[in-house]
């Protein structure tokens, strides 16, 4: 296991932004995780460990600090830190899981953010809220509702971060496990989709589709770097061509379980220093 990040919180009056991003190893219960949209076929968990490290080295030579959230074997979906929080400047809003065996997930990520010195709320039943339906794109935050979050689930959201200056918009989801297993979006705000998987693409006020379902993940590594799957060679040289540098790392066996780039982490980019 990695050394955790065990560096003081600081006060968020400081001026200098620093980029850290949650991770959490892998379960080796990992084949063992949900599958709804597609057909389940056997994970290699060693192999998937293997992934995970070289994404962990992909986000660190890019000028993230990784902080390693205490490990949960007990959970097989735990890897995807992504589901338990949503991120809002320094509020941490703590999720409450859709899929019932993930609510032990969210304890140990509350418990890092709060030595991070964020501020934490949560999601209070009957709302359902999962982290991976929650694109942000400047003060916008698209919500997915349909699948893991509902509609008081979206109502909370809404309430914890429109106080704070959000504008949240709720988007219908359907075909995929999440919002963001259909869209993520560029540095300028363009919305990346596989179009076959977004139910209203018209909701967006820039979309450029893109040819593999993969291709529609990416993470905002800084200097117009993104880190995207290797199952998705088209859309990464349809989006060098662009200007951009694709950043390839290897997720085959989380995307066995309908995981992706973004699943993997929860960056933190507006904790101070």
Request: proline share 8%; charged share 20%; with cysteine.
């Amino acid at each position: 296991m990695m050394e955790r990040d065990r560096k003081p919180a600081r006060t968020w009056r400081s001026a200098v932004p620093s980029r850290k991003a949650l991770i959490r190893q892998p379960s080796s219960r990992l084949d063992e995780g949900l599958v709804t949209h597609q057909e389940r076929t056997s994970v290699d968990a060693v192999l998937a460990l293997r992934q995970w490290e070289s994404y962990v080295r992909a986000l660190e030579d890019h000028g993230w600090t990784t902080v390693e959230v205490a490990p949960a074997d007990d959970c097989p979906d735990g890897v995807f830190v992504e589901d338990t929080v949503v991120m809002f400047r320094n509020v941490a809003l703590i999720t409450r899981p859709g899929a019932v065996p993930r609510g032990p997930e969210t304890a140990a990520v509350e418990e890092e953010l709060a030595r991070l010195g964020c501020s934490v709320n949560w999601v209070w039943e009957p709302g359902t809220l999962e982290g991976g339906d929650v694109l942000k794109i400047g003060d916008t935050v698209y919500v997915g509702q349909g699948g893991r979050t509902n509609a008081a689930g979206v109502a909370q959201l809404r309430a914890a971060l429109e106080p704070l200056g959000a504008r949240v918009v709720a988007v219908p989801v359907s075909s995929v496990l999440h919002l963001k297993s259909a869209v993520t979006a560029l540095p300028d705000g363009t919305v990346l989709g596989y179009p076959p998987l977004v139910d209203v693409p018209s909701l967006f006020p820039r979309f450029l589709p893109v040819p593999e379902p993969s291709g529609a993940h990416v993470v905002l590594l800084g200097g117009g770097r993104l880190l995207m799957a290797a199952s998705a060679p088209k859309t990464a040289e349809l989006l060098a061509g662009l200007g951009y540098e694709p950043v390839v790392v290897d997720i085959s066996e989380f995307e066995k379980l309908e995981g992706c780039v973004t699943c993997l982490s929860v960056r933190l980019r507006d904790l101070y220093v």
